[in-house]
């Protein structure tokens, strides 16, 4: 049986000692990295019909919040968000 067929959970850590989760897919055989915060960009800086939001390990109430805060066009705020570096210029 290979590790990943299994519930384990695997993570980067960068210099930082930062997690980045790391979630195989093996029907696809696609490896998705996440950031080591949850991004959250707030919809109403883009004319969008639709939002992906990705769930991973959050509980019922977590994800009904999420909708929430997504479906009133508001960002999730704290110290484990972010906004990536969206409003930064290179």
Known sequence: MAKCNS?????????????FRILPDNIQTVT????????SISPNNFKIDFARIDILDETIDE??????????GKRLEG????????????
């Open 32 to 39: 998705t990295i996440f950031n080591s915060k949850t991004t």
């Open 7 to 19: 519930n384990h959970k695997y993570y980067l850590k960068d210099r930082l000692n930062m997690k």
């Open 79 to 90: 110290k484990e968000f972010t906004n990536g570096n969206l409003n930064r210029d290179i």
């Open 63 to 72: 994800i009904n919040h999420i909708i929430q805060t997504v479906k009133s």
